[in-house]
T-cell receptor
Framework: EAGVVQSPRYKIIEKKQPVAFWCNPISGHNTLYWYRQNLGQGPELLIRYENEEAVDDSQLPKDRFSAERLKGVDSTLKIQPAELGDSAVYLC?????????????FGPGTRLLVL | DQQVKQNSPSLSVQEGRISILNCDYTNSMFDYFLWYKKYPAEGPTFLISISSIKDKNEDGRFTVFLNKSAKHLSLHIVPSQPGDSAVYFCAASDTLQGAQKLVFGQGTRLTINP
């Protein structure tokens, strides 16, 4: 079974430029999460989707961050414009259903460097 | 406000010995706890979990202990193997929210020395 796929794996951009990350969850997984992991810290939830609905985006900085999951499968996370402090690893995770018992499966992440 | 804390950034243990990783939390609503393991350039992978109705959960070489009164949990790995060298994250969740909204600690880098 294929795991969570993310692309690109690495991205270097200049500040004020836009950037987008793509995630393909495990087949059949309805719940999708985007996390940000700063250096030396644990992952922090940005947004959670149930199918195509964003059910928790309370920690998404909405002034510059946006996300979508149009057909309830793939998802994209966008930053526009990027700031120096956005340098981090952006992780996507998925789980079969929306339940506290379900294991979240993480992708390898996209490492973003903003210069 | 760091609700989940792993105060040891790193830990070095000799192969074959016991590794003990610690985690403290402040939110008394947390009632489900997990440990994730992360290798370089990979995403975290689930290792073991424990519900607050238990004080111990064991899976092979891995055991998690929960002390609710102290708001403390620990992960024991015995015997430690070189492949256990990784960063370990503790995570907590309030299951009354219905979904698995995880709050992670900062991680502890475990190095197993041959």
């Amino acid at each position: 079974e294929a795991g969570v796929v993310q692309s690109p794996r690495y991205k270097i951009i200049e500040k004020k430029q836009p950037v987008a990350f793509w995630c393909n969850p495990i087949s059949g997984h309805n719940t999708l999460y985007w996390y940000r992991q700063n250096l030396g810290q644990g992952p922090e939830l940005l947004i959670r989707y149930e199918n195509e609905e964003a059910v928790d985006d309370s920690q998404l900085p909405k002034d510059r961050f946006s996300a979508e999951r149009l057909k309830g499968v793939d998802s994209t996370l966008k930053i526009q414009p990027a700031e120096l402090g956005d340098s981090a690893v952006y992780l996507c995770a998925s789980s079969p259903i929306n339940s506290w018992q379900e294991t979240q499966y993480f992708g390898p992440g996209t490492r973003l460097l903003v210069l | 406000d760091q609700q989940v804390k792993q105060n040891s950034p790193s830990l070095s243990v000799q192969e074959g010995r016991i590794s003990i990783l610690n985690c403290d939390y402040t939110n008394s609503m947390f009632d489900y706890f997990l440990w994730y393991k992360k290798y370089p350039a990979e995403g975290p992978t689930f290792l073991i979990s424990i519900s607050s109705i238990k004080d111990k959960n064991e899976d092979g070489r891995f055991t998690v202990f929960l002390n609710k009164s102290a708001k403390h949990l620990s992960l024991h790995i015995v015997p430690s193997q070189p492949g256990d060298s990784a960063v370990y994250f503790c995570a907590a969740s309030d299951t009354l929210q219905g979904a698995q909204k995880l709050v992670f600690g900062q991680g502890t880098r475990l190095t197993i020395n041959p």
